[in-house]
């Protein structure tokens, strides 16, 4: 039997604005393009057991897959339910993985962990066990694609900008409230990583950990890494702040999405701020801007599915550089890259009164993401990577 004539089983879960459950059902698409018959569980579902008991008995099932390793701790018995029926589980990561320790080191052996940057790679190596599969593929833009798309003369937001905002403050006071020597340490990192552009948080930490004599042994210890994810959530919304007060003083208009931001001190008058919205809605709201601004998370080597996104919907994508994005697109050509801590108001300035300019970088752009970036090609990596696993492993 073919590959073609197999089942891939998809687990959906709960996300942000259902942004996950839109990827699931973006992979369904790409992968029932590439001839595979698709059967999706919902694990919100009260009756999830009872269809994936169903789908096991009746389908000849290649693998799973789901994100964030959601499922992952599914078992018959004592034993992992993949290990069990001998199928191998794809956890296809879309945050770093500290966020997910707990699933990801279950000692689970049928597994296979694909990272959205490759630095997340060198993280599981070395901090979690297991000898499972690794491979790195970055989000993907949806599939199928939009195929009318407004004119940048046609579209009425300027910029647009959608995300959640938490003061960052509340992320610092979870360290600077364990006393000065912990509040001095984590400062430290924070700080030197808030203007960082080659090195993953992860490898600041150490190097304030070595230059300040402190036991590397404590970054294998659960308080490190909780204590970082909030120094990562620090950055974030920082970055997201201070990002949009630094564009809005150039006047344009700025359309703000989701929770928390009328707590935010933005004043300007160019910054409407709306409550949040979905996935699907955001997308067109994308078809109606010139440009959309992504903040990274921490992501040094990776991509973003924000980005590939924007560039789908004929938007030009602002976005601050890393240094994947640098091989895969050119700026002010196909996208618009930025440091942290820039003045973009002139660039911005004259982008947004030239808008044959901005149609030429929306158009590359999207050219580019046609051709690599979208749910289907990354459906296909999906599956060369599944192949290598079950030859290697089995």
Same mark, same amino acid.
């Given at each position: 039997?073919?590959?073609?004539?197999?089942?891939?089983?998809?687990?959906?879960?709960?996300?942000?604005?259902?942004?996950?459950?839109?990827?699931?059902?973006?992979?369904?698409?790409?992968?029932?393009?590439?001839?595979?018959?698709?059967?999706?569980?919902?694990?919100?579902?009260?009756?999830?057991?009872? =269809?994936?008991? %169903?789908?096991? &008995? @009746?389908? !000849?099932?290649?693998?799973?897959? /789901?994100?964030?390793?959601?499922?992952? +701790?599914?078992?018959?018995?004592?034993?992992?339910?993949?290990?069990?029926?001998?199928?191998?589980?794809?956890?296809?990561?879309?945050?770093?993985?500290?966020?997910?320790?707990?699933?990801?080191?279950?000692?689970?052996?049928?597994?296979?962990?694909?990272?959205?940057?490759?630095?997340?790679?060198?993280?599981?190596?070395?901090?979690?066990?297991?000898?499972?599969?690794?491979?790195?593929?970055?989000?993907?833009?949806?599939?199928?694609?939009? =195929?009318?798309? %407004?004119?940048? &003369? @046609?579209? !009425?937001?300027?910029?647009?900008? /959608?995300?959640?905002?938490?003061?960052? +403050?509340?992320?610092?006071?979870?360290?600077?409230?364990?006393?000065?020597?912990?509040?001095?340490?984590?400062?430290?990192?924070?700080?030197?990583?808030?203007?960082?552009?080659?090195?993953?948080?992860?490898?600041?930490?150490?190097?304030?950990?070595?230059?300040?004599?402190?036991?590397?042994?404590?970054?294998?210890?659960?308080?490190?890494?909780?204590?970082?994810?909030?120094?990562?959530?620090?950055?974030?919304?920082?970055?997201?702040?201070?990002?949009?007060?630094?564009?809005? &003083?150039?006047?344009?208009?700025?359309?703000?999405?989701?929770?928390?931001?009328?707590?935010?001190?933005?004043?300007?008058?160019?910054?409407?701020?709306?409550?949040?919205?979905?996935?699907?809605?955001?997308?067109?709201?994308?078809?109606?801007?010139?440009?959309?601004?992504?903040?990274?998370?921490?992501?040094?080597?990776?991509?973003?599915?924000?980005?590939?996104?924007?560039?789908?919907?004929?938007?030009?994508?602002?976005?601050?550089?890393?240094?994947?994005?640098?091989?895969?697109?050119?700026?002010?050509?196909?996208?618009?890259?930025?440091?942290?801590?820039?003045?973009?108001?002139?660039?911005?300035?004259?982008?947004?009164?030239?808008?044959?300019?901005?149609?030429?970088?929306?158009?590359?752009?999207?050219?580019?993401?046609?051709?690599?970036?979208?749910?289907?090609?990354?459906?296909?990596?999906?599956?060369?990577?599944?192949?290598?696993?079950?030859?290697?492993?089995?």
């Amino acid at each position: 039997m073919n590959d073609q004539n197999k089942t891939i089983v998809l687990f959906n879960g709960q996300s942000q604005y259902n942004v996950l459950r839109f990827f699931i059902k973006d992979l369904a698409f790409s992968f029932k393009q590439l001839g595979f018959d698709v059967e999706i569980i919902d694990l919100l579902k009260s009756s999830w057991a009872t =269809e994936l008991e %169903k789908v096991l &008995k @009746e389908k !000849n099932v290649f693998f799973f897959l /789901s994100m964030n390793a959601m499922g992952v +701790d599914l078992k018959v018995g004592d034993k992992p339910l993949y290990d069990y029926v001998n199928i191998p589980l794809f956890a296809f990561m879309v945050d770093h993985p500290m966020y997910h320790i707990n699933r990801l080191n279950l000692g689970l052996k049928n597994l296979i962990v694909s990272c959205v940057d490759k630095t997340h790679i060198s993280f599981l190596n070395r901090f979690l066990k297991g000898g499972y599969t690794k491979i790195f593929i970055p989000h993907g833009a949806p599939y199928p694609v939009p =195929e009318t798309l %407004k004119s940048m &003369k @046609e579209r !009425n937001i300027d910029i647009l900008f /959608s995300g959640s905002f938490t003061n960052p +403050d509340h992320f610092r006071n979870q360290w600077t409230s364990q006393g000065k020597h912990i509040a001095q340490l984590f400062d430290s990192i924070m700080e030197r990583y808030l203007y960082s552009y080659g090195k993953t948080l992860i490898n600041i930490a150490e190097d304030v950990f070595i230059e300040n004599g402190i036991d590397i042994e404590y970054m294998n210890h659960y308080k490190f890494w909780h204590t970082l994810i909030n120094v990562d959530k620090y950055i974030r919304h920082k970055r997201r702040f201070e990002t949009i007060l630094e564009i809005s &003083k150039i006047g344009a208009r700025i359309e703000l999405y989701g929770n928390g931001w009328e707590n935010g001190l933005l004043s300007a008058n160019s910054i409407k701020i709306n409550s949040s919205i979905n996935f699907e809605k955001t997308q067109e709201k994308m078809r109606n801007s010139k440009i959309v601004l992504n903040v990274l998370p921490n992501f040094i080597r990776g991509g973003h599915e924000r980005i590939f996104t924007t560039m789908l919907n004929g938007a030009v994508s602002l976005t601050d550089k890393n240094l994947f994005l640098n091989e895969v697109f050119e700026d002010k050509k196909d996208i618009l890259l930025y440091s942290f801590g820039q003045r973009l108001g002139d660039l911005l300035e004259n982008l947004l009164n030239n808008e044959e300019r901005l149609q030429a970088i929306a158009d590359n752009g999207r050219k580019k993401v046609l051709e690599k970036h979208t749910w289907l090609t990354r459906a296909e990596k999906i599956l060369e990577t599944v192949n290598y696993h079950k030859y290697f492993t089995s």
